[in-house]
């Protein structure tokens, strides 16, 4: 195993990439050393530099175009937090240049720069990660590998979402903030599948001896953008976002998953998780998993004088001690860095990929099959629910299932 | 308002009427007594009237052939828990012959029986009422009540569904051991809509200003009844039904609805509630309702320095003092009967009506509307999630707004 640090360059010095750089400042000098960063605005390229002075650490080079940063020898991986609308395209860039690139989460707006991302990513010998930081979450990792012992039985369906009350962020008394409040502005779809659909599909092996075969979408009204613009006096008041959008896939292995969006109203954060097999279920919502022979079945007696069974949820901290996943079992008594810890994993993970040259846990099938759903749930949601086909962007190659484990972060194996 | 005890005709001796005759047995004799009994099976017959003698109760008549009891001066309203099969061709007949019936919850097999039902209901001065209880679940009642006061805001989204491991009482050794279990046998597609659908299908005020548009249907594999059948030596294991059918309605006024069903897994039961609006949630496996402006906010900062909001939920018990539906105000103190007091409010509302001959809180265009669930989600699933739009029963009289509350047991004002 190589143990030089990677040289990292930033392209994006926006917020994301301040969250990203204060989790990177817990990680030792062996692991990782930012040498470069980008930005079109020489203001951001500015804050950051601060950022770097203020916490005693060397300066990194500067670059305004993301290209000639990319063709610097001194850098050996790109992290990627740009707007929605450039880091498919920069990736790209990235990859043809043979760098390893981490690209933020998101969707896509067209399958063709995801089919941009996959030939460029087979063709120059680079990479690129999702830094799907949930695919590292506590509890995904706990039931993932419950999963992969059998404790769930055959897995059938599986729910997952992005819920999460951010009209503040997206819109305030001057309109849409930000390029987010703009895509939910002019898009209706879900703009955000992977949080929950990224550890859903590692559960299930997409690409991996499955894959996503349809997706169908459906928009509720929209009316809490309205209702949050209209309390602040912003001049945009009408976005195309339903409140609540709700997507159904069926996967080549006969399993369903449904996926839920929703943004714009106030309601408690949840990401929606739900796994079902043959023999248990973990459902987010209800803080519970029940396991047949492990979990109670009580029996009970109707007015009419006949039994009947009622199973009852275990808390999901009942399944820590034995079930965490190796990764958290090492991480839990000290879980540092930005989203409770799991920043630090999935960065971790792509840089252990970046330094030895393996292929990342979260590759460029998975980045295309899961921002694949943003563009196909506009078209489901635009065509009344159609079902729209996935396209199968491992032209085949997800039929094998995964032979082995490339490395301890593998969510595949 | 008329004061006489409604003479019951109750047609299907089956488990179900028993159930339904243990809670009468608690009402008083000014409510309502059973004058006649109908079943095919004299041995059925016979049990039941060692029912009645071993609760010192009067005998009623019998019959053999419904359409005799039917015929019967004596009968005022009808119970019919028969077979999926035949209970909507014995509720037509009820209303050819003027009397009330009260239909069991279910869906329809083709949309011509639901309208043969609506026919002969605007036809012969009869009427029927679905007796779905858990529209009188103290739950469903306490968010109805809440919406109509406008705490949820304008609704948006609502999920519900019926998700109870039943395989147990579906089949054995034996192969099938009822309808039911041969229902899920052949068929594929949401059969048991009305529990979930039903409470909320009348906060959306469905047939009365709202109606479902379309259903997009969509099943994962067929392995619980498998599981569960091979385990216990069933002659027959290939189930038609997929483990979990998920459904998504939209509605006329914009809204969303996710239903679900899954009967063949082990799980804690579960009806999916849902209930979402712009200002406020019900979210049954949370176990919590979030209020904007009552229900706690907590700013927190992240990594970065930042400040984000968590909306907390509140149990549900929390809002029963001063929200509970009047109905539960008043029965909250003495819930008797079955499934936790449900099956006597519904079974008082339709005695009521009966009574009275006013229209029931769930009349026969709700029937069809929530009973057309089942046929055309069996056909999305069989085509691949092509959403099916449905009838509109009501002949375009849905357009208008409910006026004015009918009786206390009014689901709608």
Known sequence: MDTRPVRLGVIGLGPR??????????????????????????????????????????????????????????????????????????????MK????????????????????????????????????????GR???????????????????????????????????NGCMCERGFQNLKRCGDLYPTHGLGPIAKILRINRGNRFLAVSSFASKARGFRRYAEKVGSPVTEFAMGDVVTSVIKCANGETITLTHGISLPRPYSRDCRVQGTKGIWLEDAKGIFIEGISETKTEIDVAGNPYYTHVWDPVEKFYEKYDHPLWQEFRN????????????????????????TPPPIDVYDCAAWMAVTALSESSVAAGGLPMPFPDFTDGKWIYETRGKISKWDLNA
């Not at 989460?105 to 990513?121: I, K, M, P, T, Y």
Request: net charge negative; aromatic share 6%; hydrophobic share 45%.
């Open 139 to 173: 509890n995904e990792l706990l039931v993932t590998n419950m999963v992969r012992q059998g404790l769930f039985g055959e897995i059938v369906h599986c729910s997952c979402g992005y819920e999460h009350d951010i009209a503040w962020e997206l819109v305030d008394k």
């Open 17 to 94: 990439a301040e969250t990203l750089l204060a989790t990177l400042r817990n990680f030792s000098q062996e692991e990782c050393c930012v040498t470069a960063v980008c930005d079109i605005a020489l203001q951001r390229v500015e804050k950051i530099l601060g950022i770097f002075a203020a916490n005693k650490l060397p300066l990194p080079r500067t670059f305004a175009d993301h290209r000639k940063l990319l063709a610097d020898s001194e850098v050996d991986a790109v992290l990627i937090p740009t707007s929605w609308n450039s880091h498919l395209a920069i990736a790209a860039d990235a």
């Open 97 to 136: 240049a043979g760098k390893y690139a981490g690209i933020e989460v998101g969707g896509a707006s067209s399958l063709d720069e995801l089919w941009q991302l996959v030939r460029n990513a087979e063709s120059f010998g680079g990479a690129c990660m999702m830094l799907e930081n949930c695919c590292y």
């Open 334 to 357: 000290n879980p540092t860095g930005g989203h409770g810890g799991m920043d630090t994993l999935s960065l971790r993970a792509f840089l252990d990929a970046a330094r030895n040259r």
